[in-house]
Structures are given as C-alpha cells and as structure tokens.
C-alpha cells in the first residue's frame, strides 16, 4: 500500500479550514477542493469485507459485519486511506433499527450499533492521522455517515426501481429516528446513497431543517444519462436540491461507469454544487438469487477519473465491486493532473 497517495511527496500536511468563516455552512467537499484540487472517495466497503470473507449471505448485508467484525470493518478503512481516500463513508449503509431488530437485537442494541457504525469511521481516521507520514501531501480524510435508501431495509433490490408502494410522508416517517441517530453520531456530513426516486429525496429535504447543522451529499442510482432510478429526470430533481444550502454535493453512485460522463453534464448543466460520482464496476445484481452477473466492464478508472473529473466532477470513487486498486488509481491520476502547471 502507497503510504501518502498523494503524489506529491514533499507537500506539507494540511489541515481543515474554516470555509464558514464568513457565515455559509461549512461544505467538506468544497473545503478538500480547494486545498488539493480535487476529492478521492472510497471504494466498495461490502465488496471488501466479502474479498476479506465476510459472509454477506444475510439480509442485513454489510451491516452483519458490525455484529460480527468490527475489527475487519476498521482494517478495510484503513486501507482505503492508505490508497488515498479523501472520504470514507460509514457501514451504516444497510442498518436500520427495525431491520436489527428483526435481527434479534433490542432497540437500545439497535441505536448502539448505529451510533458504533460511525465510531469506526471515526477511529479509523485518527489512527491513520495519527501517524505523521500518512499526512503528507493529504488533507484530512472525512467520515460521511451512510443512509441508504428504504430499498436498502425491504432488501428486495427495490433500491435499484424506487418501486417501493411507500409515499413521501411514509419516506420522511421511515428516515426520520435513523437521521437524528446519524446527525448526532459525530461524522463530518451525511451521505444519502443510491437514492432511487424523486419522492424519496425530497421525503430528506423535509429532513434537514430538523439538523440545520449538518451537511449532506445526496447521491441518486440512475437508469440511464438522464434519469434516475424511478424514471424521474435527475436535472430536475437535481435543480430542486441546488438551493439547498444543507445539500453539499449532489452525486450518483452504484451506476455502470459508461453511464457516469453523461450524468456529469446533465448535473453541470443545472447546478453549480459539487458533483461526487462513485460508479460501480458495471456489473449488475440479481437481487432475486443474490449474485453478480455478467462481466466486469474493462475500465480504466484512473482514466475514467480524468475525464469525469475534466467534465466537473469534484470528487471520484466506486461502489460495488471496487476496492482499494481503484482508489489507489484515482488518487494517483487526480494528483498529476492537479500538478500540473
């Protein structure tokens, strides 16, 4: 594992700025870009911990881990900071309180374990910090607490439709306690992923002005260049959230890498937030018998990095079926080309 990542081995460490000095919410996205020029997000946190064999044959999917192996969740951290992340998101993904109690967990068990599942992110962070020659050359990395989408919870793969026969008022009661348990959980902002449907990010926008205080990055699976999962138009829904000081970065994730270029222009036609894209390998999921299908798109996701980051994107990762090559790829051609003159 390269230790800094950062291809400038000589820099300096560098440390948060305050970019609300003059009275706007901080915007940790925004605050990474102006010191090194670009964001490296982590990769596939269950693609990892199953690579590491982790038995994800369970409905609660990573989430099981945090039951089973928090040491392995942290080991999986650590190596996507040492490949370069900027951010690391939590295994949160997953966890529900009512889904860790049909588990067999009481509520007091279930709220724990939330609250756990961004304390590792946390630990992780400042044993790599702690530890001067990773700071060379690097800002310091951001913990993003998960919220996935309800499809998440049926485990029904319903994430992938928005299909889920639940309204936006059901939406916004089903979020609600998880939202408070994550915004109070000490992360630096909240990620909201794979958001498949209109009606469910606006069920969060209802959300924010309970936590005024904590920014998030939303993040929409799409069908195609131009919509997201439930067939919505992402410029639209995109243009409803631009306005939204609390929302800082929209994005789009666990969507094929061929897809990505073309959502980036259809975002940056419409917003000027910053734009986070973290694709998966191009694989897809059969959520039915629960396995991956076809093969692998020959990507080169350091090239890849190159031309979304050139199309506007700020910040890069993956999602399902990457690890820390990928992001160890990203960091290495986003630094050169940050370097250059």
């Given at each position: 594992?390269?230790?800094?990542?950062?291809?400038?081995?000589?820099?300096?460490?560098?440390?948060?700025?305050?970019?609300?000095?003059?009275?706007?919410?901080?915007?940790?996205?925004?605050?990474?870009?102006?010191?090194?020029?670009?964001?490296?997000?982590?990769?596939?946190?269950?693609?990892?911990?199953?690579?590491?064999?982790?038995?994800?044959e369970?409905?609660?999917?990573?989430?099981?881990?945090?039951?089973?192996?928090?040491?392995?969740?942290?080991?999986?951290?650590?190596?996507?900071?040492?490949?370069?992340?900027?951010?690391?998101?939590?295994?949160?993904?997953?966890?529900?309180?009512?889904?860790?109690?049909?588990?067999?967990?009481?509520?007091?068990?279930?709220?724990?374990?939330?609250?756990?599942?961004?304390?590792?992110?946390?630990?992780?962070?400042?044993?790599?910090?702690?530890?001067?020659?990773?700071?060379?050359?690097?800002?310091?990395?951001?913990?993003?607490?998960?919220?996935?989408?309800?499809?998440?919870?049926?485990?029904?793969?319903?994430?992938?439709?928005?299909?889920?026969?639940?309204?936006?008022?059901?939406?916004?009661?089903?979020?609600?306690?998880?939202?408070?348990?994550?915004?109070?959980a000490?992360?630096?902002?909240?990620?909201?992923?794979?958001i498949?449907?209109?009606?469910?990010?606006?069920?969060?926008?209802?959300?924010?002005?309970?936590?005024?205080?904590?920014?998030?990055?939303?993040?929409?699976?799409?069908?195609?260049?131009?919509?997201?999962?439930d067939?919505?138009?992402l410029?639209?829904?995109?243009?409803?959230?631009?306005?939204?000081?609390?929302?800082?970065?929209?994005g789009?994730?666990?969507?094929?890498?061929?897809?990505?270029?073309?959502?980036?222009?259809?975002?940056?036609?419409?917003?000027?937030?910053?734009?986070?894209?973290?694709?998966?390998?191009?694989?897809?999921?059969?959520?039915?018998?629960?396995?991956?299908?076809?093969?692998?798109?020959?990507v080169?996701?350091?090239?890849?990095?190159?031309?979304?980051?050139?199309?506007?994107?700020?910040?890069?990762?993956?999602?399902?079926?990457?690890?820390?090559?990928?992001?160890?790829?990203?960091?290495?051609?986003?630094?050169?080309?940050?370097?250059?003159?």
């Open positions: 594992m390269c230790r800094g990542g950062s291809g400038h081995p000589s820099a300096s460490p560098v440390g948060p700025v305050d970019t609300a000095a003059n009275g706007g919410m901080t915007n940790p996205i925004s605050h990474i870009v102006e010191q090194q020029g670009f964001v490296v997000l982590d990769g596939g946190l269950a693609t990892e911990l199953e690579a590491r064999g982790a038995d994800l369970h409905e609660l999917w990573s989430a099981n881990v945090l039951l089973e192996d928090q040491d392995l969740i942290r080991a999986v951290y650590h190596d996507y900071l040492l490949a370069g992340a900027d951010v690391i998101v939590s295994a949160s993904y997953q966890a529900t309180i009512p889904g860790l109690m049909r588990h067999g967990l009481g509520e007091a068990d279930a709220i724990e374990l939330l609250r756990q599942s961004v304390q590792l992110a946390l630990e992780a962070r400042r044993r790599f910090w702690d530890d001067p020659s990773n700071r060379v050359g690097r800002v310091l990395p951001q913990v993003a607490a998960s919220v996935g989408p309800y499809g998440a919870y049926l485990a029904d793969g319903s994430e992938y439709t928005g299909d889920y026969g639940l309204d936006e008022n059901g939406l916004y009661e089903f979020h609600r306690r998880r939202w408070h348990l994550l915004a109070g000490g992360a630096d902002f909240i990620a909201c992923e794979t498949p449907s209109r009606s469910e990010a606006r069920a969060i926008v209802r959300l924010l002005s309970e936590k005024p205080d904590r920014p998030v990055w939303i993040s929409f699976n799409c069908r195609d260049q131009t919509h997201i999962a067939g919505s138009s410029a639209e829904v995109a243009r409803e959230l631009t306005d939204v000081e609390q929302v800082v970065a929209i789009v994730n666990c969507t094929p890498p061929s897809m990505v270029s073309g959502l980036i222009q259809c975002l940056t036609s419409v917003t000027d937030k910053p734009i986070v894209v973290y694709p998966n390998s191009g694989e897809g999921w059969d959520a039915e018998r629960k396995v991956w299908t076809g093969l692998a798109e020959p080169d996701f350091g090239s890849l990095a190159r031309e979304w980051r050139a199309l506007g994107a700020s910040g890069v990762g993956g999602c399902c079926r990457t690890g820390p090559a990928h992001v160890r790829m990203i960091r290495e051609v986003l630094a050169a080309e940050a370097s250059r003159p």
